[in-house]
């Protein structure tokens, strides 16, 4: 099993900054990848970032070239650092993680955290 526990959420003026972490622990030897969605209200949930084991990262069009994901292999500890954030990135944010297992893959989600942007 992982457990994901996110921080950093907030709110914030249009075009400022936040920094969101989100911390791996228990079975961290599996995970391949980690990464972000986040969820607005009454629409589905959507990838914002995923960064893999080898540092390969992927990002959702709205977002490339204003948020960065990068991720320190040795705290289990995966980042979304925002930036130039819109009012459309208001959002709960989820931090995710895939782990492999000879039985096979198991997702798993963070708690969330509340991101809110003003305009």
């Known amino acids: 099993q992982v457990q994901l526990v996110e921080s950093g959420g907030g709110l914030v003026q249009a075009g400022g900054s936040l920094r969101l972490s989100c911390a791996a622990s228990g079975s961290t030897f599996s995970i391949s990848s980690m990464g972000w969605y986040r969820q607005a209200p009454g629409k589905q949930r959507d990838m914002v970032a995923i960064i893999s084991r080898p540092g390969v990262t992927n990002y959702a069009d709205s977002v490339k070239g204003r948020f960065a994901i990068s991720r320190d292999g040795g705290k289990n500890t995966v980042y979304l650092e925002m930036n130039s954030l819109k009012p459309e990135d208001t959002a709960v944010y989820y931090c995710?993680?895939?782990?492999?297992?000879?039985?096979?893959?198991?997702?798993?989600w963070g708690q969330g955290t509340q991101v809110t942007v003003s305009s």
């Open positions: 995710s993680a895939t782990g492999e297992f000879i039985s096979g893959l198991q997702y798993y």
